[in-house]
């Protein structure tokens, strides 16, 4: 006969109701008391609950990294580490996949709460004010990671965005260029956004034209650069050095250019956000911050959430550098 609830009552010093609730998996159970009962109930191979008690103990050790999308090889790298660096804290990562879509992000939240992950980490997602009221209601830890949110309960990690949009327009300018077009991704993506508004204050502080004819909007993908590409040069090239929203859009620009016959940077300047082995190889000038730096500290911050280590939202912001390469011609 198999040990019972009574029986682990007096071996441990919980009480049976307490036992009960981590058996039902009932959430008004401390952390650290369910992880000891939970331990207690494997090595006593209580009754059939024993394979029940193992996977909820390795959900208890998941992270689940919602992504907007994956045609950006920043966010690779970023979710990269953030496995490298959660696997040497004993925890395991789940990509979600949300193709931009609130709904699907909201849909990932719910299975997360209700399958008891440890916590979430949102990169890059369109959501944020409206997951707020269930996140806070689950007390799920929660970090946004390329993206700022206005509730200070939640952590997030980004890159400055606005200064980084500023640094690369006023470099152009500093290299002599006037006629500066930028090339940006959509607007619900607070960075894009953020990004042409650097790039427009820097225009407007070197006194140079910004009209809407200026920016073109496309999606940070190696097509859409492509698409931008053959786009400007059917128009007449009518800048000396374009912006480029990130480095796969970068490429696609500079090899549709480099299609219609057109020198980089001989005929035209680019450079883009985000530092990448793309733009490495394609020779381009960068602004971004280190996709590493970014994901160890979202790690870290979640990591300290999970553990009880700290409970007040934190809002981590890295200010971004410019690489210079090889594709800027001085004028």
Do not use: W
């Not at 790298?77 to 979600?96: D, F, H, M, N, S």
């Not at 931009?100 to 980490?121: D, L, P, Q």
């Amino acid at each position: 006969m198999g040990i019972t609830i009574k029986e682990l009552s007096e071996l441990s010093g919980y009480s049976c109701a307490t036992i009960s609730r981590v058996l039902s998996n009932k959430s008004n159970v401390k952390k650290e008391t369910r992880e000891a009962i939970e331990k207690l109930l494997i090595e006593h191979n209580y009754r059939t609950n024993v394979m029940e008690l193992r996977n909820a103990q390795a959900k208890s050790k998941t992270i689940m990294i919602i992504v907007g999308d994956l045609d950006n090889s920043y966010y690779i790298k970023l979710i990269k580490t953030i496995q490298e660096e959660a696997g040497q804290r004993g925890y395991v990562t789940l990509i979600a996949f949300s193709r931009n879509s609130i709904e699907e992000e909201a849909s990932f939240v719910n299975i997360a709460i209700r399958e008891r992950y440890a916590g979430i980490i949102f990169m890059n997602v369109r959501g944020g004010e409206e997951l707020a009221a269930g996140l806070k209601e689950s007390e799920i830890p929660v970090v946004f990671l390329n993206r700022s949110v206005r509730f200070s309960d939640f952590d997030s990690v980004t890159s400055d965005n606005y200064q980084g949009g500023y640094m690369i327009t006023s470099y152009l300018i500093e290299m002599g260029h006037k006629k500066i077009g930028h090339i940006m991704g959509q607007s619900y993506s607070m960075a894009a956004r953020e990004r042409r508004r650097g790039y427009e204050d820097a225009m407007r502080e070197g006194k140079l034209c910004v009209t809407d004819n200026s920016v073109l909007v496309g999606e940070l993908n190696y097509d859409s650069g492509y698409a931008c590409g053959e786009q400007l040069v059917k128009k007449g090239l009518d800048y000396t050095a374009v912006f480029c929203g990130n480095d796969l859009m970068a490429v696609g620009f500079v090899d549709a250019l480099k299609d219609c016959g057109v020198k980089i940077p001989e005929d035209i300047s680019v450079v883009c956000y985000d530092d990448t082995f793309f733009s490495e190889r394609h020779g381009l000038t960068v602004v971004g911050a280190e996709a590493e730096k970014l994901a160890v500290k979202a790690v870290s911050l979640l990591l300290s959430k999970i553990e009880g280590e700290k409970t007040e939202g934190a809002s981590v912001v890295y200010r971004p550098k410019i690489i210079v390469r090889r594709s800027v011609k001085k004028i």
